[in-house]
């Protein structure tokens, strides 16, 4: 182990963590700020109470979230300070703006939403939320602006020995970071329509709060069926736009080893790393793979072996991580179109078989969520930047191994205990069920 | 308008802005379980900074980013060779930031003493840890062309130690104020007589500051140079006689707010002092990192000035608009009634 290697585990390990607790945020902020308008629209003490219930457990996933993502910001430094040298003058931009523009309008309107339930009046009170989501929104769009230059650098120069931006609409509109974007910010939306959806039908299968808990599935299962099916749409745009920026990560995803035209795709397959080929490649749809990527049947798709060895990501986990996602995506636009049948026709507690389905598959976005990173990062190797900086040439030269080893074993210990208690709470919160509301009190106990 | 002056004095003020606005959030972290005889008053004191805390935490992660954007060879390399340090100030901030949210979440003594503690530890350790930073940024890194030869233990010099004192004692001062301004009662009396207590050491410490400032550090050349930037130091130390003199006269807003003077002048004498390094080498001045050698782009200092001078004014006014919506005084009646507090 070098500190090369520790470092990028070290990445690895504390954005995936981060990333457990960022989707529902920016999925589960939008369905609480849509909970309580309909409060402000209708006067129904139910939606208030469904914004509080689903924004504690917001608040409490919200936190670990925030201080988790300090980490991604210090380690960019820390870990990878020759990759901060070199194109610090362009990638740190949309991290600047990412703390001007979404971080302080999301971390003053959480306060305003969380202590200002008397302070404010109704309607801002729901406005407040809807700006702490603009916000989380936001800060995503300007993080996978900054990630999508990295994919697919664009509006910059080489100049005085690193890349020197000199076109800031080019990075802004990169078609690369804005097509991840939109495919992140539906994914979150998932995670947040599958949340409610798993914690209500929980409920309802305890025959607790009946009423509240099939309003909240029903507006979850519009949300989920909504965000899964734009999900799958954007995700085969991106995947198209990766075809054409990044043809040795998309090679990797279909493990497509030599070019060809009119490329099959097969539907079971499983790479071979050491012989460079397919172990099983069997059901192939002839031409689908060049008609996804390119629109056209006849289109050539670059194999694997095309790229020179030191230019080729990992092909097994690429190829699986990206088989397993497209498979979850799958599975959940089926899912939550049968949710909203169920819920519409009043059918959802006739078939209990289908809540505790759903209850099992709360983690399920969550893991498709990961996997899509996997696909995205894993793929790009061993490029940081795509084509102009290797992973190997950007970590921190002054770093000693011993360093790297403690911040690493400190990570994993904090992460881990915090996790913990974070699940732990979450699943308390979400067990207890909403507060009472008590006729003219402004109801019942935390603490 | 030379730009890199431009994001100099931005560098300063979002440093300045973030010390005074979670100077407060930290001391008084640091205080709770001392002022705070019980859980009720404890929750006062966490509540008093409940809507605000995280909002004043950005302004670190913004100045982090700013530097990023407009500096980042002095990002790269401050970050990297102040590896060990980060690591626990990032530790410290994580278990701060969860400790508030997570504290009300259980009712048992246990849980409760548990986050207390790691309230108090994870306040403590920011605040020293920038000070012993920023003091070792003033006297300047070990670095030349080979790179850095510091290590954990050299940052741990009288001077850092110093400082980080320093800053540790101007945050318990601050947070004092803090929570007699936004509690009532027995604790808003407690946290008053605890400020006049601190004050004495507070000064104490500035004025050893200040003196060995002038044997451990170039800070003051530039003030020989341009005497009348000596306004900022002057104003610091005003503030800090004023922060004893308004506590005398009972008026402990108004030392509150001298507080607040006082932590913008002493970040602000630091920095004029670096001007124009933003980490000088104590080895060799050819290896400072300058606010010309350490730069951005004229390009991206440009594109960064409109964003800054677009959003930041933006920002400012909803955090003032934010801070007068939740004024006035945390009782202890009303966190035990508001089931949506901390």
């Given at each position: 182990m070098d500190v090369l290697t520790l470092s990028r585990l070290q990445f690895a390990i504390t954005s995936m963590f981060h990333f457990i607790f960022v989707p529902l945020t920016l999925g589960l902020s939008v369905l609480v700020a849509m909970m309580e308008t309909r409060y402000v629209l209708s006067g129904n003490e139910m939606y208030k109470r469904m914004a509080k219930f689903w924004g504690k457990l917001f608040l409490i996933n919200f936190a670990l979230g925030v201080v988790t993502g300090i980490t991604m910001e210090f380690q960019f430094g820390m870990n990878w300070a020759e990759y901060s040298r070199y194109v610090g003058d362009i990638f740190g931009a949309p991290l600047a703006i990412e703390a001007t523009v979404a971080f302080f309008m999301e971390s003053v309107f959480i306060g305003v939403w969380a202590f200002g339930w008397d302070k404010v009046s109704k309607r801002f009170h729901a406005v407040s939320i809807w700006l702490v989501a603009l916000a989380t929104n936001l800060s995503g769009l300007w993080i996978l602006l900054a990630n999508g230059w990295m994919q697919h650098p664009v509006g910059y120069v080489l100049r005085n020995g690193r890349a020197e931006m000199v076109d800031f609409m080019a990075l802004v509109t990169n078609p690369f970071g804005l097509l991840k974007f939109g495919h992140q910010i539906v994914s979150g939306y998932t995670v947040a329509g599958f949340f409610v959806m798993g914690i209500s039908a929980y409920h309802l299968l305890k025959a607790r709060n009946r009423e509240f808990f099939r309003a909240s599935f029903g507006m979850a299962a519009v949300f989920a069926l909504v965000a899964s099916i734009m999900v799958g749409v954007i995700g085969d745009f991106h995947a198209a736009d990766v075809a054409k920026t990044q043809p040795a990560k998309f090679a990797a995803m279909e493990a497509v080893w030599n070019s060809c035209n009119n490329a099959p795709m097969h539907l079971i397959a499983f790479p071979d790393e050491k012989n460079e080929c397919n172990l099983v490649s069997a059901l192939p749809v002839p031409g689908l793979l060049s008609f996804l990527a390119f629109?056209?049947?006849n289109a050539q798709i670059r194999g694997i072996t095309s790229f020179p060895k030191d230019e080729r990501p990992p092909v097994l986990p690429v190829f699986l991580s990206f088989r397993l996602m497209v498979g979850l995506g799958t599975l959940f636009i089926i899912l939550s179109a049968a949710g909203l049948f169920l819920s519409k026709n009043g059918?959802?507690?006739?078939?209990p078989m289908f809540l505790k389905l759903l209850v099992l598959c709360i983690p399920l976005p969550y893991i498709a969520n990961q996997l899509g990173w996997l696909v995205s990062e894993v793929g790009r190797q061993p490029w940081i930047v795509y084509g102009i900086m290797k992973t190997s040439d950007a970590v921190s030269k002054s770093l000693e191994l011993s360093q790297v080893i403690g911040s690493l074993l400190g990570f994993t210990l904090l992460y881990g205990l915090l996790g913990f208690v974070d699940i732990y709470l979450l699943a308390k919160f979400a067990r207890k069920g909403p507060e009472e509301s008590h006729v003219g009190a402004t109801n019942a106990f935390r603490n | 308008m030379d730009l890199h002056i431009v994001w100099f004095v931005l560098w300063g003020v979002l440093w300045a802005v973030y010390f005074m606005l979670d100077g407060f959030v930290l001391g008084a972290g640091m205080l709770h379980r001392v002022l705070g005889k019980n859980d009720l008053d404890r929750r006062v004191v966490i509540n008093s900074f409940g809507p605000v805390w995280d909002g004043n935490e950005v302004w670190l992660i913004t100045a982090g980013g700013a530097t990023f954007a407009a500096f980042p060879t002095t990002y790269a390399l401050m970050f990297s060779y102040l590896y060990t340090p980060l690591l626990l100030l990032l530790f410290a901030l994580i278990v701060r930031g969860v400790s508030f949210e997570f504290r009300s979440k259980e009712e048992g003594a246990t849980w409760r003493g548990c986050w207390d503690w790691a309230i108090v530890i994870s306040s403590f350790v920011p605040a020293l840890l920038f000070g012993v930073a920023f003091g070792n940024i003033f006297s300047g890194l070990p670095m030349d062309q080979a790179g850095y030869h510091g290590s954990l233990i050299a940052l741990l010099n009288p001077y850092g130690i110093v400082s980080g004192l320093l800053f540790v004692m101007l945050f318990l001062e601050h947070g004092a104020l803090y929570v007699a301004v936004k509690s009532t009662g027995d604790l808003s009396r407690r946290a008053e007589s605890l400020a006049r207590t601190l004050w004495i050491p507070l000064l104490v410490v500035a004025v050893v500051f200040l003196g060995y400032t002038n044997f451990a550090?170039?800070?003051?050349d530039n003030y020989l140079k341009a005497p009348v930037f000596l306004v900022v130091p002057l104003l610091a130390v005003a503030a800090l006689v004023g922060v004893r003199t308004l506590l005398g006269m009972g008026n402990t807003l108004a030392a509150f707010a001298s507080s607040c003077v006082t932590i913008l002048g002493v970040v602000g004498t630091g920095v004029i002092g670096l001007f124009p390094n933003l980490i000088p080498s104590n080895m060799d001045s050819l290896y400072s990192l300058t606010i010309y050698n350490s730069s951005s782009s004229e390009y991206t200092l440009q594109i960064m000035t409109g964003v800054a001078f677009t959003f930041v004014p933006v920002v400012i006014l909803y955090k003032i608009w934010v801070y007068r919506l939740f004024r006035g005084r945390i009782t202890a009646e009303a966190v035990a009634a508001d089931h949506e507090a901390y």
């Open positions: 629109h056209d049947t059918l959802l507690e006739k078939y | 550090t170039k800070l003051y």
